[in-house]
């Protein structure tokens, strides 16, 4: 057919045509009088990721909507009633990426009257979930429509495929600046022992010896393999706060991140895994359960704070309170941070009620003090580089750090408000310095704090 053919056709019915199946869709442009009585859709995002590919469509005000799916090849149908097709909904196909590891196609029509449907076609078998959340910060209402994969990517086997353990000397110790004390004989001195196939001793090593070792320097800190888990804050739908310049609190404590897991995995002994490794939402309880699935040694969030004030500034580091927040700013803290499922839209139909037990459980007295330690290490080597918001490790009721079993802190890196603050979380070399800061912490929680033996098989919950 003809360009100028196809042109004359417009407005006419066009039957799309799937294997198996066809769904009928009437592409009418919207007159400029019609979408002035009804704005309809304001908005769609896309955020795909291999967890999952949310589309968010933001309108005006509620809508009622049904779907459905059809088979071969797999497809989600939504149908949006009340609403006329307008150019945000025309422009649905542009948005999905090539890799879009679910979603292969999205188009959307008008169907009835009324009534646009929407199209999905999947690259595979799905657990759609399609929920409605009210107006929230600047947003108004949203359709949510989350397209998990059916068999969804296993973190554990993920983590065995990207990082083989790296064997570690049976007496390894903490690093320590080396002092003036002679060497021991070659015969005395662990690096003349295989680090490969360390001999096995049936007696302890004498005390002088395991000096010895503690101040020698490029030795792993720790003597097996540890696992730690980043959690960049926010993402997706929840930009967190938003700097004076424009900068999102998403984005820098992404690349923060990432820069932190290069030095960890750098270190012998040690891997690292994101919660999220791309611009995605990630409910507040997953990040705890992705941690826990890995059976991590450690959790750290990491997030850029902001205030009314632009003058607010410093570094700050949160642990968990069993009993009420350490000041009134953590526990406004604390609720802002907590308020990042709502922002970022969470289906509060599927909560995971063994999940929510465990978040429940404050009998992690011993887990909260290792957290306080692991808080004030990191604390200390934060202070070099930046001013303290507060000279002490602070507490507080926040939802990310519940793991009951994993010692965790939530950085405040900087007060991305602050304008000078702002600048530099943005610059690469001081987010060099901070992701080397807080490593720097770990090592020496670490090096006073050297991980116990446990199973090697990770937690099913």
């Keep these: ?79 949006l009633e009340g609403i006329e097709l307008n150019n945000v909904l025309e422009s649905l196909g542009n948005k999905v990426a090539a890799n879009d590891p679910n979603i292969k196609l999205l188009r959307a ?9 929407l199209v999905m076609e999947l690259k595979g078998e799905v657990n759609p979930q399609v929920f409605v959340l009210p107006p929230v910060g600047g947003y108004g209402h949203r359709l949510v429509l989350d397209v998990y994969p059916l068999n969804p990517p296993d973190p554990l086997l993920s983590l065995l495929d990207n990082k083989e353990p790296r064997p570690a000397p049976l007496e390894s110790r903490p690093i320590s600046k080396p002092d003036s004390r002679p060497e021991l004989p070659t015969e005395a001195r662990p690096e003349a022992k295989s680090e490969l196939k360390p001999e096995i001793k049936s007696e302890p090593q004498p005390v002088a010896e395991q000096k010895a070792v503690s101040k020698r320097q490029g030795r792993p800190v720790v003597d097996r393999l540890v696992t730690i888990t980043l959690d960049p804050g926010h993402g997706g739908e929840d930009p967190g706060a938003v700097g004076s310049g424009g900068s999102l609190e998403k984005n820098v404590t992404l690349a923060v991140a990432k820069r932190l897991r290069a030095k960890i995995e750098s270190e012998p002994n040690m891997r690292a895994v994101l919660t999220r490794d791309s611009d995605f939402f990630v409910p507040l309880h997953v990040r705890v359960q992705k941690a826990r699935r890995i059976q991590s040694d450690l959790f750290v969030s990491i997030h850029a704070d902001a205030f009314v004030r632009p003058d607010a500034n410093g570094s700050s580091v949160f642990v968990l309170s069993e009993s009420g927040a350490s000041s009134s700013a953590a526990r406004y803290l604390a609720q802002k941070e907590n308020a990042a499922d709502l922002i970022g839209g969470v289906n509060i139909d599927v909560k995971d009620p063994v999940l929510a037990r465990t978040l429940l459980d404050l009998s992690q007295t011993a887990t909260i003090n290792d957290s306080l330690k692991l808080g004030k290490a990191v604390l200390g080597e934060l202070g070099g580089i930046n001013r303290l918001h507060k000279p002490r490790v602070e507490q507080a009721g926040f939802a990310v750090l519940k793991a009951p079993d994993i010692p965790s802190i939530l950085v405040e890196t900087a007060f991305i408000s602050n304008p000078e603050e702002e600048k530099r979380l943005n610059d690469d070399a001081y987010q060099d310095k901070m992701a080397e800061a807080i490593f720097s912490g770990i090592k020496k929680y670490f090096a006073k704090n050297p991980p116990l033996a446990k199973s090697t098989l990770a937690r099913l919950d």
């Design 109 to 117: 029509g008008r169907y009835k009257p009324g009534i646009v449907r």
């Design 1 to 79: 057919m003809s360009e100028s053919a196809a042109e004359r056709l417009a407005g006419r019915r066009k039957l799309i045509k799937f294997t198996g199946a066809s769904l009928l869709l009437t592409v009418s442009p919207l007159s400029t009088a019609a979408a002035n009585r009804n704005p309809g859709v304001l908005a769609v995002r896309i955020w795909p990721a291999a967890d999952y590919t949310r589309v968010a469509i933001e309108h005006a005000a509620p809508l009622k909507y049904t779907h459905f799916m059809v088979k071969d090849p797999e497809r989600l149908v939504v149908d």
